[in-house]
């Protein structure tokens, strides 16, 4: 070998040396990464199964998504679930050659090298394609990296993004990356974006609502619709116009499209105090946290309902719903509250009534001071009570609770505690009778203000509403039937220290006659109630109602004959809708099933069930309950509302007016309301107002009225199903009340 050819073979050795060595350098370098030398790297699995925090959805019985439980507000979607709309404005904007590059786009590379590096055009743009930006959304950066750890972040994304591409296709990655991205506003998907956003889905999204989103993405905070309305419309107009370079829509689209306004009506954050069944969704918090302790994943850890994406199917109808609130709303906000700021106006310590001592009221105030939020920040600050005290007594800014919207003022803390009490409040449940499904659940007039339950967390006094339990006993021993005439008189009980009680009637009308079970009960005798506990017992009772799901506590006393005894709205609801199933009382329940992410089912629900009475006394209480409707406390759903078909109700009304109720059972629902304040000594002070034919019977009418309306609800206006054997009992009143007393005679029971 010449020297030349040494020579010319050195110079070729150290040319594909110098060529190379970055390849190599380069392979090894990647290669390093790949395995994790350089730090974590996704495996294979945490690739095909990627981890984030999915948010649990809540499910109404017809299909509407009602809420989220959620760390981050994400719910994920298909691709078939995405509108064209999204899918061009995010390629146009981001990535216009996603479809050809294989993860990192070495394109845009250089190009952002050139430009960015060398030439120093900051406005060039990235270079991240959208594989890498979801290999970051993935596995996020560690936080304030240096220079050359942002180096090695980089290529690993790279890395991620091109395995990513092998793991899955185009369309998948793209509905992963928008599944992902922070829209802002607690809106992490597009999913969630669309309800935020426009109160929409995905698939529904227009040009100019995807442009928004997808302008969104470049800084949430910034380009706010709302917050910064005028840099949002920029900014959409960049997408729009980047849509229309790359020809997803027309020149003719884009100028129509530009002039449209930011339309920003249908915007609300999607948190716990807002949209539909917000209380029925806090209750349903709680039962699914003591779920989720009892119930563990295949992994063996238990679930969570904050991150695991579960999907919870509820009993509720989600119209019905909406007309339940709506019916709280209109009549406490419209009719009732205003009524009752009124009848208080000029009385000195309002609302509280009269009857009440100062000591009485200073003690009240004081519990509600204890009770709140403020005072246990303070004390947990270790302030001494008195100077907590009169924190209360410094005025301060604060947005408060008013039937025409929210209200920003200036006052002190305690003030605010005493324009609280002004405030009644109502609860509502409606159940199916044959199922169990609770449909409807308002726990109070404003979820965001007043956050306590009067649906499953108070007890209240029940009064009348009690009654047909008792009556319920002489239907079921045989030897009373609807009918029958009983004295109208008093009745004396010997209580525990030899004393008498003697309980009075709220009128005296028919006093010292012989009246019928059903006008005794349509009109709330308090002497026939009492003549049925002196006939039966305390005991008899309370066994009954237990087998009719109530639980609450509930003194042996003859007493409870007219309701002093305090149960939930819960129990009252489920205990009436035993006599609209054939005497077979069914635990409401509120969730049918629980599925996975992935849509396999969990669990799926049963009600306890269990036979309170028979089918025939059932039966024979419904028709007694119809007379409250017909001619009793409750006629005036007849003369007042327009109802004229078959309706068994209740009314109740407790000592002073503290609480009203309201009962109403048709043959496929049965709904209870109540309406009090917020301490018992909060009440009107006429019984014209504060009974419970005039502060719960009208929710109820309400919300009726608007379910009957609705065809695609379907709740029968018909007669409730009779018995297989129908009792041999006299049922039409009117006749029996025509009878004479010597035709009637030998039915008389004394």
């Known amino acids: 070998m010449t020297k030349e050819e040494v020579k010319k073979r050195k110079y070729t050795l150290l040319f594909w040396l110098i060529f190379s060595s970055p390849v190599v350098l380069g392979f090894l370098l990647f290669f390093s990464i790949s395995m994790g030398w350089w730090g974590f790297m996704p495996s294979f699995e945490e690739l095909e199964n990627p981890k984030s925090n999915l948010a649990s959805e809540i499910y109404s019985a017809d299909g509407e998504l009602l809420g989220t439980f959620y760390i981050h507000n994400r719910s994920n979607i298909q691709f078939d679930d995405l509108s064209p709309n999204v899918v061009n404005a995010l390629l146009a904007t981001e990535d216009i050659r996603f479809r050809y590059h294989s993860g990192v786009d070495v394109r845009s590379v250089f190009r952002v090298f050139i430009r960015n590096i060398i030439g120093g055009q900051r406005s060039a743009g990235g270079g991240s394609t959208v594989s890498q930006q979801l290999a970051k959304n993935l596995f996020p950066r560690q936080e304030n990296p240096s220079l050359a750890q942002i180096v090695i972040i980089k290529l690993k994304e790279w890395v991620t993004a091109a395995r990513l591409e092998r793991n899955y296709t185009k369309d998948e990655i793209i509905a992963m990356y928008l599944n992902t991205v922070d829209f802002g506003s607690h809106a992490f998907g597009v999913r969630s974006a669309a309800k935020t956003y426009f109160n929409t889905i995905p698939e529904e999204l227009t040009a100019e609502e995807a442009a928004l989103l997808v302008g969104l993405l470049k800084a949430p905070s910034w380009y706010h619709p709302v917050r910064n309305p005028e840099r949002a419309l920029n900014r959409r107009q960049v997408v729009l116009t980047q849509m229309a370079r790359y020809q997803f829509i027309s020149p003719e689209e884009l100028d129509s499209l530009r002039n449209l306004p930011l339309d920003m009506s249908n915007f609300q954050i999607q948190d716990h105090h807002t949209g539909i069944g917000t209380y029925f969704r806090e209750h349903l918090r709680s039962e699914l946290r003591q779920w989720s302790r009892n119930h563990v994943k295949p992994d063996g850890s238990h679930y969570d309902i904050y991150r695991d994406g579960l999907r919870i199917y509820t009993t509720i109808d989600s119209r019905m719903q909406h007309y339940a609130e709506e019916a709280v709303r209109e009549h406490m906000g419209n009719y009732l509250q205003p009524t009752f700021f009124q009848h208080w106006r000029g009385y000195t310590n309002a609302p509280y009534d009269t009857d009440l001592t100062q000591l009485q009221i200073d003690e009240n105030i004081r519990r509600t001071i204890r009770r709140s939020d403020r005072y246990r920040s303070l004390r947990q600050e270790g302030l001494p009570e008195d100077s907590i005290m009169a924190s209360f007594n410094n005025p301060v800014p604060m947005r408060v609770f008013s039937w025409d919207g929210d209200i920003d003022t200036i006052m002190s803390p305690l003030d605010s505690i005493w324009y609280y009490k002004h405030f009644l409040h109502a609860g509502l449940m409606a159940v199916e009778p044959h199922t169990g499904h609770v449909k409807a659940y308002v726990g109070g007039i404003d979820f965001r203000h007043f956050k306590f339950d009067h649906v499953t967390g108070s007890r209240r006094q029940v009064g009348s509403v009690f009654k047909p339990f008792l009556y319920t006993l002489a239907m079921q021993e045989g030897e009373f039937g609807p009918c029958t005439r009983v004295p109208n008189t008093p009745v004396s009980f010997e209580l525990w220290d030899g004393t008498l009680w003697t309980p009075k009637n709220s009128s005296d009308t028919r006093e010292g006659e012989m009246v019928t079970l059903q006008w005794a009960l349509a009109n709330s005798v308090n002497y026939v109630s009492a003549f049925l506990m002196k006939r039966y017992s305390p005991e008899a009772v309370i066994r009954l109602v237990r087998r009719m799901g109530i639980t609450s506590d ?90 004229n078909h078959p309706i068994a109700g209740k009314t ?77 009992i006299e049922t039409d009143c009117s006749r029996v009340e025509r009878d004479s007393p010597r035709d009637y005679f030998r039915r008389e029971i004394f």
């Open 554 to 643: 509930i003194d042996v006393v003859p007493s409870i004959a007219l309701g002093v005894s305090d149960l939930s709205v819960y129990e009252v609801v489920g205990a009436n809708a035993t006599f609209a199933n054939k005497g077979v009382y069914i635990e409401p329940t509120f969730i049918t099933r629980i599925e996975d992410q992935s849509g396999n089912l969990i669990e799926a629900f049963m009600p306890h069930r269990e036979e309170a009475m028979n089918e025939e006394t059932a039966w024979l209480m419904l028709e007694l309950m119809k007379g409250v409707v017909s001619e009793g406390t409750g006629r005036r759903l007849n003369f007042r509302y327009g109802f």
């Open 652 to 728: 109740g009304t407790t000592q002073n007016n503290s609480d009203g109720w309201f009962v109403g059972i048709t043959p496929d629902l049965v709904t209870g309301t109540w309406v009090g304040g917020e301490d018992r000594g909060i009440r009107f002070r006429t019984l014209t107002l504060g009974q419970g034919a005039n502060t719960a019977l009208p929710i109820w009418a309400e919300f009726m009225t608007k379910v009957y309306g609705d065809e695609s609800i379907n709740i029968s206006k018909g007669d409730f199903e009779p018995p297989r054997n129908i009792p041999d």
